[in-house]
């Protein structure tokens, strides 16, 4: 009777046992399951962080490409206005009928006056030297933003290339002419120079010797054609900042 008492509870131990290894077992488990639950808790959370960050940087570019936008017009508009100008007055001299346009090729000298594109950068630099810029690698976005900001450099070597001929010419002018009565006339209101013993013949006479020189015209020459590739590349950088806005709002409100 002992023996089968003893077998009776060995067994009852070996359930035991068994039950508690099935416990245990079932705790580990459930710990697992609320690790990763909390795992993935966590990274739907920083990935959540993660979008509004980069979304601040993005917003940040979409103001920015908006204020280039805004100079980008202005510029072309000017451009235009300057090309136009010296288009006619390169007509005049090829039509030798530059005394009968005195006034065209004084105006035309707005071609001297130094413009440059100033695009605001910051956001895309700053997104470039931060974590979340590998999260638009390689999308359509990044493809865009190269672009963009490679035909603002070659914007700016087109204006740099132009500026510095035109200081280059009006320097060598500066050696050759005394330009006070030129830039009386251009600036001094037309009251306070008729109280001047310097009679308004003397003024034209300046002007027509100085728009006549080989610097003044190859600055107008220049302006007339080069400005139309440089108001054209206004216009492809106009185009692609309304599709890097139109990417941003996507992902942004995505």
Same mark, same amino acid.
């Given at each position: 009777m002992k023996f089968f008492r003893r077998v009776r509870h060995k067994l009852i131990l070996d359930h035991k046992k068994i039950q508690?290894?099935?416990? !245990?077992?079932? $705790?580990?488990?459930? @710990? @697992?399951?609320?690790?990763?639950?909390?795992?993935?808790? =966590?990274?739907?959370?920083?990935?959540?962080?993660?979008?509004?960050?980069? =979304?601040e940087y993005l917003i940040k570019i979409k103001s920015h490409t908006k204020e280039d936008l805004e100079q980008l017009e202005e510029l072309a508009k000017g451009r235009k206005q300057i090309a136009d100008?010296?288009?006619?007055? +390169? =007509?005049?001299?090829?039509?030798?009928?530059e005394n009968d346009h005195l006034f065209l090729f004084k105006i035309s000298g707005t071609a001297f006056a130094?413009?440059?594109?100033k695009p605001n950068s910051g956001g895309? $630099?700053?997104l470039k030297n931060s974590k979340y810029y590998?999260? #638009?690698?390689?999308?359509q976005l990044d493809s865009l933003l190269a672009k963009y900001h490679r035909l603002v450099d070659? #914007?700016?070597e087109n204006e740099r290339s132009y500026n510095q001929f035109t200081v280059h010419q009006e320097n060598y002018l500066d050696t050759q002419f005394d330009r006070s009565l030129i830039l009386a006339a251009a600036f001094m209101p037309l009251d306070s120079? !008729?109280?001047? !013993?310097? /009679?308004?013949?003397?003024y034209d006479q300046a002007f027509i010797?100085?728009?006549?020189? /080989?610097?003044? +015209?190859? @600055?107008?020459?220049l302006a007339a054609w080069q400005f139309d590739t440089i108001i054209d590349q206004y216009h492809e950088l106009t185009e692609l900042g309304h599709l890097i806005i139109k990417e941003i709002d996507s992902i942004t409100t995505g």
């Open positions: 508690y290894l099935k416990y !245990a077992l079932g $705790e580990i488990i459930l @710990v @697992v399951i609320g690790i990763l639950i909390a795992l993935q808790i =966590n990274n739907w959370n920083q990935t959540k962080k993660d979008k509004i960050s980069l =979304n100008l010296c288009k006619k007055a +390169r =007509n005049s001299i090829l039509n030798k009928t130094d413009f440059y594109f895309y $630099e700053s590998g999260k #638009i690698n390689n999308t070659d #914007i700016a120079l !008729a109280t001047k !013993a310097t /009679p308004q013949s003397e010797e100085y728009t006549a020189t /080989p610097a003044y +015209r190859n @600055v107008i020459s």
